[in-house]
């Protein structure tokens, strides 16, 4: 007689998973509510009755009675309508936490970091505060990464985040904002001090060395800086400073710094520095 093989055993959650799911369904949930508010009813019903047919001087007027039943039975529902309510509050809370970083660098998102940008800028043109965005950018990215799976070009925006966190203090904050671009806004900064941050975020990443299966992967950056003045009326002229600022050190090679405002005989000069006189960045 030939043996029969043995049975997989079945786990509780494979067991029931099908029955569960059901409950997903809208009308399924509502028909469950229905049932839930019916037996409450005739609880509800039930206690008034029992509260009424109390003998002599115990029973209580059918109305108060009723009251009190319906009190009763309705508490629990209530309970759990406030329960469902503060899971569903915090599982939004946790999915705009989730939303609010960048799945590859683990740093914060364009959107997030935009929010705390106008923020900034509000205040800075409110008080006078000096602030500072730079744009980073991985220079020649896709030729970085090619021939390499999609882990190695992700391990380099990982490392190179690192890295430019590692440069700033804690009242100043990093952004993915592009896709292989990282943005940086300076808290406090004046013309000298951004440049000496953009330009030290530079040489950290030049001097990286990113192992990726016994290869080294060597990466090099352009950066642009912007310093919020009066002249900007918006976030929006701020990034666009920036981004010309950027698009002036691309245009210089990469590997190198440029500061808004741009100008245009200067866009070949190699190295790092303003685009404005030291003079004028320090008075402006």
């Known amino acids: 007689m030939s043996r029969q093989p043995p049975s997989t055993p079945v786990s509780f959650a494979s067991r029931w998973a099908p029955l569960l799911a059901r409950w997903r369904s809208p009308s399924l949930a509502a028909g469950a509510s229905l049932g839930l508010a019916l037996a409450l009813a005739v609880g509800a019903g039930l206690l008034a009755w029992a509260l009424s047919a109390l003998p002599g001087r115990a029973a209580l007027p059918p109305a108060l009675a009723a009251a009190i039943g319906a009190f009763v039975a309705a508490l629990p ?37 935009l929010t705390l940008a106008e923020r900034e800028f509000a205040r800075s043109r409110r008080y006078g505060i000096g602030g500072a965005l730079l744009l980073v950018d991985v220079d020649r990215y896709r030729r970085l990464v090619d021939g390499h799976d999609a882990q190695a070009a992700d391990l380099v925006l990982r490392e190179i985040a690192a890295s430019t966190q590692a440069t700033l203090r804690g009242a100043d904050a990093l ?21 000496d941050v953009a330009e030290r975020i530079r040489e950290r990443i030049e001097q990286l060395e990113i192992i990726w299966h016994d290869q080294r992967l ?15 009326l918006s976030l929006q002229a701020v990034v666009e400073d920036a981004e010309a600022a950027l698009g002036a050190a691309r245009h210089a090679g990469g590997n190198c710094v440029r500061a808004a405002p741009v100008d245009p005989r200067r866009l070949s000069r190699p190295g790092v520095g303003p685009s404005v006189d030291d003079n004028q960045a320090r008075g402006g």
């Open 77 to 113: 529902l209530v309970l759990a309508l406030l329960r469902g309510r503060q899971a569903l509050q915090r599982g939004r809370e946790q999915s705009q936490s989730a939303d609010a970083l960048d799945p590859v660098t683990g740093v914060p998102s364009r959107a997030p970091f």
């Open 175 to 195: 952004a993915r904002f592009g896709h292989a671009q990282v943005a940086v806004f300076l808290a406090h900064a004046d013309p000298l001090g951004a440049l």
């Open 218 to 232: 060597r990466a090099t950056v352009s950066i642009g800086v912007v310093l919020m003045r009066p002249a900007h």
